[in-house]
């Protein structure tokens, strides 16, 4: 099985108490689906705090299925968040840990209705 994976550097976009939902699958060199033990996905408003503002996980918030996870971000997530937010997702396979995706997240306003 392959040992590496690549990482991407990838930034979103989304408005505060919207749903993001986004796939990233999970090959090995053959194109065999891989079946990661851990994954996680994490954002933080500043890289040098220890304040993680969005926190999901394998079995929470993020799914696995035939070599594709499957990352939910729910509107309570984001409801009260705005602004640029850095973030990256890690997989572990057996005792191996990659950095899958990584970047930007800008989460917008969102002008909510009072009717």
Not at 62 to 83: E, K
Not at 89 to 103: A, E, H, N, Y
């Amino acid at each position: 099985m392959r040992t590496n994976f690549q990482m991407t550097d990838e930034n979103i976009t989304m408005v505060s108490g919207d749903t993001l939902s986004f796939n990233v699958v999970v090959k090995d060199q053959n194109g065999e689906p891989v079946a990661v033990d851990g994954a996680s996905f994490k954002a933080k408003h500043n890289l040098a705090g220890s304040t993680v503002a969005i926190s999901k996980s394998l079995g929470d918030g993020i799914t696995q299925a035939d070599g594709v996870l499957t990352v939910r971000i729910a509107p309570a997530d984001t409801a009260n968040l705005v602004g640029f937010f850095y973030y990256d997702m890690d997989i572990t396979v057996g005792s191996d840990r990659f950095t899958l995706l990584r970047g930007m997240l800008q989460i917008e306003y969102d002008v909510k209705s009072n009717a």
